[in-house]
């Protein structure tokens, strides 16, 4: 140890929310006052102030402590001053590694006010300082204990805990941890749905979001002015986010331990989820037939070609969904027309007779039998009475339509406003040319998204106008729906539970409704 005048001092300065309700006895002004106070009594040199404000002592990742080992590394300092032990730290093992290993090693010399400490004047300091660490460590696992209760406590509510909502929504300003819906985007998750609903894969909605030129979550998220990429996977968990719907799901993730950060997700049964928390964006029955396409989907990803009565087809001896292959090459030449077969997996293991359905033929039987079902079933007035109460719905919708398309223009209006008087104040040098730029930017790209929306609203209008100056649709849709030529796998899989195929090459259609 050099002599006491040798001694180049640094204070380190520590405040988090694990102190509770000591926070004004804790704070960093009466840190710094006690440290300041012992440095001018004992005529020390101070070098340097390191100060972690908001940073927990269950981890030493902190910006002003790893600032504080940079300067013992170089030289710079000597000697380190804390109020008390905890500040330098909570978690007791690697407290232990600095005091025992790290600090004689590099001849520091650490001062500890308020526990009386002092590895340079009093030769029996780690006597007890082992058992001071395990006791600040067990403070700070108490209160992580007592965090995560309240943390729970609030999910169990139904309040949204997250810093950023999810696309879609935006954070409610009138009440706290409450999600009410982002006008400017909400229509964007609306077309993802329709659009996974109308047979288009998640890859192909992608695509059309990249070539919209629409802002991705994560870009949106940032007020990025260049666009983000939308992916498959952001995709993916949108459409199976049960938020959309009105319910917030939360206890997805958990830390590890309270001395990580590190986060695992858990099983699905363990989820905390609250319903009719917000407002919905989508209806129950459209997320509903969403989670049953995309469960279906899951079956038999190997085929690149999503077959009708794929996801539907079982073997009846082993119940295994039946897989939908063909043989694309033969003796090293590729086949032209390829004809697509049914087998078991468990075929190839001895468990079932080997199937090779002709799977065109089995489609073909099966949709015919749908179209004679459905003609002895309903009739074309049954079906009217129900076109017409879709009709009255559709109405409704209509009447929402025109009041967003109102507000999409308040909306656009306000903006311009807001560029007048920018513009105004950049021409009175009120603001600065980038200060106008940056102003300007984030106007236009708010007023594209509402702009993008005001198309999209008015061509829905026009449907809706089309719709009420045809009157052979209805007769015309109803048509179609018995006719049952090239049916929707949305309404194939409403109507069949599943197909079982036996031994002897029977189909049996088990459908999803009670006759």
Known sequence: MPNAINFKVASYIRLSREDGDKQESESIGNQRDMINRYI???????????????????????????????????????????????????????????????????????????????????????ELTPFRAIINDSYAK?????????????????????????????????????????????????????????????YAIKEYLNQQGIQAPSGYTKHLLEPKKWNTVTLQKMLQNQVYIGHTVANKRVKLSYKTKKRVNIPQDQYIITE????????????????????????????????????????????????????????????RNPIPYIT????????????????????????EY?????????????????????????????????????????????????FDIVYSDRLNKIITESEFLRYNQNIKAKKEILENRRKEMNQILQRFANSNEENNEMEELIENFLKFENPPKTILFQLIDQIEIDENKNAFVKFAFRE
């Open 142 to 202: 108490d209160i992580s204990k007592k965090v995560r209760s309240v943390l729970k406590e609030k999910q169990k509510k139904g309040e949204y805990m997250c810093t950023v909502a999810p696309y879609g929504y935006q954070k409610d300003a009138r009440q706290k941890n409450h999600l009410v819906i982002d006008g400017n985007v909400a229509f964007v998750v609306k077309r993802i749905f329709a659009m996974y609903l109308q047979g288009n894969s998640v």
């Open 40 to 126: 001018q009594e004992n005529h020390l040199h101070f070098v340097d102030e390191y100060v972690d404000d908001g940073v927990s002592g269950t981890t030493f990742d902190r910006p002003g402590f790893n600032r504080l080992i940079e300067d013992i590394e170089s030289g710079r300092i000597n000697m380190i001053i804390t109020k008390d032990f905890s500040r330098l730290g909570r978690e007791y093992i690697q407290l232990g590694h600095f005091m025992e290993v790290y600090f004689p090693e590099h001849n520091i010399r650490y001062v500890a006010l308020n526990d009386g400490i002092d590895t340079f004047a009093n030769g029996n300091w780690n």
């Open 344 to 367: 078991c997996r468990n075929s190839k293991k001895g468990f079932c007779p080997p199937q090779h359905l002709n799977y065109k033929e089995l489609e073909n039987r099966v949709l």
């Open 276 to 335: 009719n928390t917000h407002e919905a964006i989508i209806a129950r029955s459209d997320f509903e037939k969403v989670q049953f396409l995309l469960n279906q989907k899951s079956i038999n990803r190997k085929t690149k070609h999503d077959y009708l009565l794929r996801g539907l087809m079982k073997c009846k001896m082993c119940h295994h969904y039946l897989e939908v292959g063909a043989k694309l090459s033969r003796n090293g030449n590729p086949i």
């Open 370 to 418: 749908l179209r004679d079902f459905l003609k002895t079933r309903t009739s074309k007035s049954k079906l009217a009475e129900i076109y017409g109460i879709y009709q009255q719905s559709q109405n409704s919708n209509q009447t929402k339509q025109i009041k967003e398309l109102a507000d999409i223009e308040m909306q656009i209006n306000s903006l311009n406003n807001q």
